[in-house]
Each structure stands twice: as C-alpha cells, then as structure tokens.
C-alpha cells in the first residue's frame, strides 16, 4: 500500500446509516455451483426485501462481467481477482447500510474465507446454494455443461476445476428439494431471527 494512501473517515457511520433505516447492512454470499439456482433465489429474495421497506441489491456473477470486471478472463488467477474485487464492493454496499446479496459460483473456500475476513464481525452470511451436480447439469440454463463436457469449454467448475463446499454455513438451502418461495423464506427468517432486519 501507498503510503501517501491514507484512508479518509467521513462523519457519518455505517451505524448511523443503520439506526436511521431500521436494519443492518449485512452481505449474503450465495454459493453454488453453475444452475444451482443462485440468481434465481437472489433474485426473489431482493424483491421480498424491497417489498418489506429494506435497501437491498444484488451483485450477479455475469452483471458484474459486463462492466467493473470485463477485464477478466476465467483463467483460476483471474476468477480469484473477480471474487476479491466483488468482495470489497460488498464490504462498500454493507457500510452504507444495503443488505447486499451476492450471486457468484466463488467455487474456492480460500476467496470465500478471505472475503469473511475482511467484513466487520457477523456481517458476512455464507448461504450455500446446494444442488446435486447432476441436477445442476440437467437445467443447463446457459449450455455451459454440455460444452464443458465436449471440450469447448475448459476448467469449468464441477467438470474439470473443482468446487469446495462451505464447510460451516450459516444457511443451507436446498434447491432441488424445496420451492423458491421457501427458500426465501428460510433466508429471510435467518435475518429476522439474527436481528439484521425488523419485522412489523
């Protein structure tokens, strides 16, 4: 780091942001493998937070591709910096008070984990978005699989590169064995319960 860098405090805090729209601005990392359904319940869950008066954005794994990370390629050193940098614009949206929903394969504990580290204490929610591999091929909602599977496409994860499973997340949903509707459910009780949103 620059050591004419030097980080500026501004007078108004995450908290006061916090105290003033009635909950806490928090990052939900949705992990998964490709067609697990990530986008879908991020998607769902961005609209029941809306609707119940919450500041709420999703950062989506091909949104964020088509503008701040267009320079990146899908090489493992490239997939690293994509997550690093998703992760330090959450930690940017969690301190102005947004509940921040990500929706990224982010396949490697190690960038999970560091993403973790660099959020205040209980503001990162590891929700691993579970789905069999096999289920996750048979929705194929890009045509990634097939073509990972006939060589046209290289070191796709759970083909030929590898996706480690959190280890200790705070929430499991399974896709494959419960609608959309109760996945949400599931998550947005997970907030209630932990009292990082209020309910009425």
């Known amino acids: 780091m620059n050591e004419n860098i030097i980080w500026h405090n501004t007078e108004i805090t995450r908290r006061d942001r916090e105290e003033q729209q009635g909950h806490q601005g928090v990052v939900l990392w ?11 319940v991020a998607t769902a869950l961005q609209k029941k ?3 119940t008066g919450h500041r709420v954005y999703i950062l989506d794994g091909d949104n964020i591709r088509h503008g701040l990370n267009a320079d990146l390629g899908f090489s493992e050193q490239d997939r690293m910096e994509n997550i690093r940098r998703i992760g330090e614009v959450a930690k ?17 504990r190690t960038d999970r984990n560091r993403i973790r580290d660099i959020l205040p204490e209980g503001k990162f929610i590891e929700v691993h978005v579970s789905a069999p591999l096999e289920v996750c091929e048979s929705r194929d909602p890009k045509g990634l699989y097939k073509k990972a599977r006939t060589g046209e496409l290289f070191q796709f994860t759970g083909i030929d590169s590898p996706y480690e499973e959190p ?15 109760e996945n949400v459910a599931q998550i947005y009780y997970y907030l209630v319960k932990h009292h990082y949103i209020k309910t009425e």
């Open 92 to 108: 940017l949206f969690m301190d102005a008070g947004v509940i921040t929903i990500t929706a990224f394969i982010s396949p490697f």
């Open 30 to 40: 949705l992990t998964g493998l490709s067609g697990s359904g990530k986008s879908t």
């Open 49 to 51: 937070l809306f609707e």
């Open 167 to 181: 280890e200790k997340p705070e929430i499991v949903i399974e896709t494959f064995r419960v609608s959309v509707e």
